[in-house]
């Protein structure tokens, strides 16, 4: 087990990463990208969306094209790395690894997966209520 320090602002924030094996990590990652497609399409048919929103999942590679103004999503599999891969039209490209309590967890600064999704996703759409911590 490892134990990562990292500063965010003034804070210090600490958590373990636990070498997963390769069928773990690739059930974990599988089971995520699944979720979040299915999520992505439930936030599709529940919240006025652009006529752009689109949402493609193959290949252990999600695409979620927002709009023409906001941009695309790009979050896939990176088996040899065993992390997740993000690239946000809001925040940039992250790279997650899976954490301790099966959660996905950007080193640089601690942040969970559906955090970040979560704050993004509740800027773009207005609503609160978005809440992807039971879809990753």
Do not use: C
Request: a negative charge; proline letters at 3%; zero cysteines.
């Amino acid at each position: 087990m490892l134990t990562n320090v990292l500063r965010n602002g003034l804070a210090r924030r600490t958590f373990s990463v636990r070498v997963f094996s390769q069928n773990e990590y690739e059930s974990a990652a599988d089971s995520t990208l699944e979720k979040l497609s299915d999520y992505f399409d439930q936030i599709a048919d529940s919240y006025p969306v652009s006529d752009q929103f689109d949402v493609s999942h193959a290949m252990g590679v999600l695409t979620v094209t927002v709009s023409k103004t906001v941009g695309t999503y790009v979050i896939n599999k990176q088996s040899p790395n065993k992390q997740i891969w993000l690239s946000s039209p809001l925040s940039g490209p992250k790279r997650y690894d899976l954490a301790e309590e099966q959660r996905w967890k950007y080193s640089h600064d601690g942040e969970n997966l559906d955090e970040l999704l979560n704050r993004e996703f509740r800027k773009i759409l207005g609503d609160d209520r978005i809440d992807f911590s039971r879809h990753v």
